[in-house]
């Protein structure tokens, strides 16, 4: 499986990610195979910090949202990841 991470955006309590998954890949199985790997090395690295505050063997939420470019360009879909912490932390409304 060819998945490409083309931006990540990171906040307090959830993951912004712009993604490139080939059209072979049914997208609820990328989703769980990044969830899964990531929950893995996130959990060896950060093992004694998360141990006081996860004791439920699940690091993410079931749920997520996606959307497929259509029309947007890459450029609007990198400032946005880049930019959205702005709007969700500071109230700041970003503009594209």
């Known amino acids: 499986m ?3 991470i083309l931006k990540l ?3 307090e309590d959830h993951v912004h990610m712009y ?3 080939p ?3 049914p997208i609820p199985y990328v989703i769980q195979k990044l969830k899964w790997w990531s929950s893995i090395v996130i959990r060896k690295e950060f093992k ?3 141990k006081q505050f996860y004791w439920e063997p699940e690091l993410w ?3 997520y949202f996606i959307c497929t470019v259509w029309e947007v360009n890459d450029s609007i879909i990198q400032k946005y990841i880049e930019q959205q912490w702005k709007e969700d932390v500071e ?3 970003v503009e594209l």
């Open 2 to 4: 060819y998945v490409h």
């Open 9 to 11: 955006g990171f906040e």
């Open 19 to 21: 993604v490139s998954i």
């Open 23 to 25: 059209l072979s890949q």
């Open 48 to 50: 004694k910090y998360l």
């Open 61 to 63: 939420a079931i749920g």
């Open 91 to 93: 109230g700041i409304e």
